[in-house]
């Protein structure tokens, strides 16, 4: 095999209590990137589409976190990487972990598959923290192990995949404006009380059970975050009345996805989540901010081959 054409899709980090190790990955949204091997070694970015981003692999999430993986393996060829953008880079929904973690899944799969589904998580994360200044995996873990993942250390790394119930599916909405990852954790506060931090502790123990028994009643009393939404909601205009707006609908919960400015319901079926993508239209069709909206399943494999030669 010498080329690759993969579907890297987007996912959303933090799900409420989780901040920084739960993830989960959607269906319906995503980017193709296209890699084949080369006979002059090293790598090259020699084309995107989509949105400006910097061809300079050094400077590109998904040649850093490729040339992480390339620099170990030390292979006799080289590789080219286009990248056919879809995410929008700044969106809340793991633009920067689709690339990173697409180049390194694609190489691996031209490789042989010589690596595990950790190990390039490990690799991605190089990448991932040019885009939010640390190294993080709460984004790319779901979008390379697929469903719902908890990161449970990152040194060393441990990814846990957790259940996905069948009939849980996603609305998302993005407001167009811009929250770079590495602005948003400077919002945040060093120290928290210790009361509503074993409120969020109580939360995401409680969604985690919920997803192991089906419990969408649970889940909907955990999907609750009491330490990081109260100061990144801040960056996000009309956020509180469109989770009102969410929860009215029959949500079972919204919240912030990743760092923002998109945000996420969890709704228990296909007719509730495309409801509750009304009423956010609604909210945000009064105001001036331009704005996408998604539905999507959650994806149990992550991401896949779409065609290889």
């Known amino acids: 095999m010498n080329e690759i054409k993969i579907f890297s899709p987007a996912t959303v980090a933090n799900v409420a209590c989780g901040f920084d190790v739960l993830g989960f990955c959607l269906n319906e949204l995503g980017d193709d990137m296209i890699v084949r091997k080369t006979q002059e070694k090293g790598l090259k970015i020699n084309h995107i589409e989509g949105f400006p981003l ?3 692999v050094h400077k590109n999430v998904a040649g850093v976190s490729a040339l992480a993986l390339y620099e170990h393996a030390t292979p006799n060829c080289g590789f080219e990487i286009e990248i056919y953008k879809r995410i929008k880079p700044g969106s809340g929904v793991g633009s920067s972990a689709a690339s990173a973690a697409g180049s390194v899944y694609a190489i691996n799969e031209l490789l042989g598959t010589p690596y595990d589904k950790t190990q390039l998580t490990e690799f991605a994360m190089k990448g991932e923290a040019l885009a939010s200044s640390c190294e993080h995996a709460d984004n790319i873990a779901p979008c390379i192990f697929g469903g719902f993942t908890l990161v449970k250390s990152n040194n060393p790394l ?3 995949q957790l259940p996905t119930p069948s009939n849980l599916y996603a609305t998302i909405i993005h407001p167009q404006i811009e929250i770079k990852t590495s602005e948003a954790r400077k919002l ?3 120290d928290i009380p210790l009361s509503k931090a074993s409120q969020q502790w109580a939360n995401l123990g409680g969604l985690i059970h919920a997803l192991h028994t ?7 009393a955990c999907l609750e975050d009491v330490i990081i939404e109260p100061f990144r909601k801040q960056c996000i205009p009309y956020f509180d009345d469109a989770k ?11 919240a912030i996805s990743g760092s923002g400015p998109a945000i996420f319901a969890l709704s228990k079926s ?7 993508e009304r009423a956010l239209k609604a909210v945000y069709s009064s105001t001036t901010i331009a704005f996408h909206t998604y539905v999507s399943s959650i994806s149990h494999q992550g991401i896949k081959t779409l065609k290889q030669r």
């Open 188 to 190: 945040l506060p060093i």
């Open 244 to 254: 009102t707006a969410a929860i009215a609908n029959g949500a079972l919960g919204c």
């Open 214 to 220: 089906n419990d969408y009643k649970l889940m909907q």
């Open 54 to 56: 910097p061809l300079e």
């Open 158 to 160: 441990m990814v846990l």
């Open 270 to 276: 296909l007719e509730t989540a495309k409801r509750v």
